[in-house]
């Protein structure tokens, strides 16, 4: 069952990352090349680093999720939505001014990216200790 559910939430990762507007917009142009200087390689790649990221960040919280009790899984659920949505925010705001620049979906999904590799340590936090330590 478990692998069950992560194979579900991998695919729900996978599909909402292919709904992001940004992400499209990113793909689009070119395949990932990490031997590409191009602009767009650049992009692509940074666009592919970061669904791999997000991808194993949702595993994590569904594993994380199935191992706390019914009681602690709304606090989860709420401190997720907000740290998604706060994610979301400081990116686009950090990255407001590059908007016209060709490179800014390598810009805003580095950031995406990095946001959400140190979202890891607060979710195995939950993991290992539970509500009480938030």
């Known amino acids: 069952m478990i ?7 991998s695919s729900l990762a996978v599909l909402a990352g292919l709904l992001l507007p940004c992400t499209s917009f990113a793909q689009a142009g070119a ?33 994380v999720m199935l191992a706390l009790s019914a009681n602690e899984r709304p606090a989860l659920r709420k401190d997720q939505n907000a740290w998604s949505r706060q994610r979301s925010q400081t990116c686009k705001a950090r990255h407001a001014t590059d908007e016209q620049r060709a490179e800014w979906p390598q810009l805003l999904h580095d950031c995406l990216n990095t946001e959400t590799q140190t979202r890891r340590t607060t979710l195995l936090h939950w993991l290992h200790n539970g509500r009480a330590a938030h």
């Open 3 to 9: 692998e069950r559910m992560r194979l579900n939430l």
């Open 31 to 63: 395949a990932c090349d990490p031997q590409s200087d191009s602009i767009a390689s650049r992009n692509a790649c940074a666009v592919q680093r970061f669904q791999q990221t997000d991808t194993a960040q949702n595993i994590l919280y569904g594993d």
